[in-house]
C-alpha cells in the first residue's frame, strides 16, 4: 500500500509541477541557506586556524604591559636580551626563544623605496615563526655578534623593491644605514586579520640596537615550546619568572604580558562558531516558512480533491490510508526540496569559498541533519491538511462543487 500511496503523490506532483516547485522553493532555500552559513563559518574557522599556526607551533608571545590591558603599557620596563637567555634556561619546557624589536622605517633601493618594517632579532625567529629562507642565507654569528649591516627581505618588500631583479647583495638603505641583502624569506601571505605578514626587513639584533634605535630594549620575545610541554604550563613558567626578574611580588599586578597561540585561536574558533550558530538559526527559519508553504498548498490540494476524496472513501478507503496519502504528499515535497537545497547549498557554499579565499569544509553531520529536518517540516506541516482530508465525510465530499 505505501508504494501505491508513492507512486499516487508523485504522479499528483507532477500534474501541479510549477505549483509543486512553487512550494518547495521555501525549503530548497531554507537548506541551501542552513548549509552554505554553516560550510562558510566552518571554511573561516580553519582559515583563522591555520592562520594562527603560521605564526608558529607551539609558540607564545612575551611583550611588556599590563594583564589587564590588550596593548602594551607605555610605562612598563621594556625587556631585555638576558630575559630571553633566562627563560631559555630557566622555564621548563621552553624549546627556544627569539628576543625582536621593530620600528617602521623608509627603505630605499635605487629609485624605488618602500616604507616597512624593520626587526631585529636573531636566526631564533626564522626557528620558532618557521619560516623558511627562499633564496640566500641566514646571518652568520660574526654578523649577529658584531651587528653587522646586512639584513634579509620579507618577500613584499623584496617585490616593491626589486621585481623580477635578484636582490642578493644589493645595497638598500633604511633611514641612514645601507645593508647588505643576504637573503629573501620565503612567503607566508596575508593573516586572516588583513595583515601582511611578509612586510618586514630582518636584520640582526646588535644592529638595530646600534644604528637604528641607540637603545639595548626588547619590544617581544617569541617563545616555543616543546612538543611534549602543555604550552599552558609554559605560559606560567614565563609569567613566574618574569615576576622574579622585575621584583614584582605574587599579589601584585603583572607588567608583562604572555599570550598562547593556542588561546588566541580558541577564542577565535569560539567566537566563529557562535556566529556560525547564529547564521545557521536565522537561515533556518526560512525552513518554517517554507513549511507554512507546504500547509497552504495541501489545504488548497485538500479543496480541490474534495470529490476525488469522498469517491475513495465511498468505495472503501480507509481514513488512514487517505490520511497517508496526503501526509506523503507533503512529505516527498519538503524532502524533494531538501535534496535541491542541499545541492545549492553545498554548490553555492564552494563558489563563495573560493571567492572569499576560504577553504571549503565538507560537513556530512550538517547534510544529514537538513535532509531529516526538510523530512520533519513536510511531515509536521502536511498533518493538518491529511487530517483535515481523512476527517471529511463520504456523502458531503461527493455532493461538494
Not at 609554559?234 to 604572555?258: F, H, N, S, T, Y
Request: glycine share 10%; proline share 3%; net charge neutral.
Amino acid at each position: 500500500m505505501f508504494w501505491s500511496t508513492l507512486l499516487m503523490s508523485f504522479r499528483e506532483i507532477r500534474r501541479n509541477t510549477l505549483r509543486s516547485i512553487l512550494t518547495t522553493l521555501g525549503v530548497i532555500i531554507g537548506v541551501a541557506a542552513v548549509i552554505a552559513m554553516v560550510t562558510l563559518g566552518q571554511g573561516a574557522t580553519a582559515r583563522i586556524t591555520s592562520d594562527i599556526a603560521s605564526l608558529g607551533k607551539n609558540l607564545l608571545f612575551v611583550f611588556p604591559g599590563s594583564a589587564r590591558r590588550t596593548t602594551t603599557v607605555t610605562s612598563a620596563p621594556p625587556l631585555r636580551v638576558d630575559d630571553a637567555r633566562a627563560v631559555l634556561e630557566e622555564v621548563a619546557g621552553v624549546a627556544n626563544v627569539a628576543a625582536a624589536a621593530g620600528r617602521s622605517a623608509l627603505v630605499v633601493y635605487g629609485n624605488k623605496n618602500w616604507r616597512t618594517g624593520i626587526t631585529g632579532t636573531t636566526n631564533n625567529y626564522f626557528e620558532v615563526r618557521e619560516w623558511g629562507i627562499a633564496t640566500g642565507r641566514r646571518f652568520t654569528d660574526s654578523e649577529l655578534l658584531t651587528g653587522a649591516p646586512v639584513c634579509i627581505l620579507g618577500a613584499t618588500p623584496r617585490r616593491e623593491l626589486f621585481g623580477n631583479q635578484d636582490p642578493l647583495g644589493a645595497q638598500v638603505r633604511a633611514g641612514n644605514v645601507s645593508f647588505e641583502v643576504i637573503g629573501v624569506l620565503t612567503e607566508k601571505g596575508r593573516s586572516t586579520f588583513g595583515d601582511d605578514q611578509d612586510d618586514f626587513v630582518a636584520i640582526p639584533l646588535a644592529t638595530f640596537h646600534r644604528r637604528v634605535a641607540g637603545n639595548t630594549d626588547v619590544g617581544v620575545m617569541y617563545v616555543s615550546a616543546s612538543e611534549s610541554t602543555e604550552t599552558s604550563n609554559v605560559q606560567r613558567g614565563v609569567e613566574a619568572l618574569m615576576r622574579q626578574r622585575r621584583g614584582i611580588p605574587e599579589d601584585g599586578e603583572g607588567d608583562v604580558i604572555v599570550r598562547d597561540t593556542k588561546e588566541i585561536s580558541d577564542l577565535a574558533s569560539k567566537a566563529t562558531g557562535v556566529l556560525t550558530a547564529l547564521l545557521g538559526a536565522i537561515a533556518s527559519v526560512s525552513l518554517l516558512v517554507g513549511g507554512i508553504g507546504i500547509m497552504n498548498i495541501m489545504l488548497v490540494s485538500v479543496t480541490e480533491r474534495t470529490r476525488e476524496i469522498g469517491l475513495r472513501l465511498a468505495i472503501g478507503a480507509r481514513a488512514s490510508e487517505v490520511l497517508l496519502q496526503f501526509l506523503v504528499e507533503a512529505t516527498v515535497l519538503s524532502t524533494l526540496g531538501g535534496v535541491l537545497g542541499i545541492a545549492l547549498g553545498l554548490g553555492g557554499s564552494y563558489l563563495a569559498a573560493h571567492a572569499l579565499k576560504l577553504p571549503f569544509v565538507f560537513i556530512p553531520q550538517i547534510v544529514v541533519v537538513a535532509f531529516v529536518f526538510s523530512g520533519m517540516v513536510g511531515i509536521a506541516f502536511g498533518y493538518f491538511p491529511a487530517r483535515k482530508a481523512a476527517k471529511l465525510n463520504p456523502i458531503d465530499a461527493l455532493r461538494y462543487e
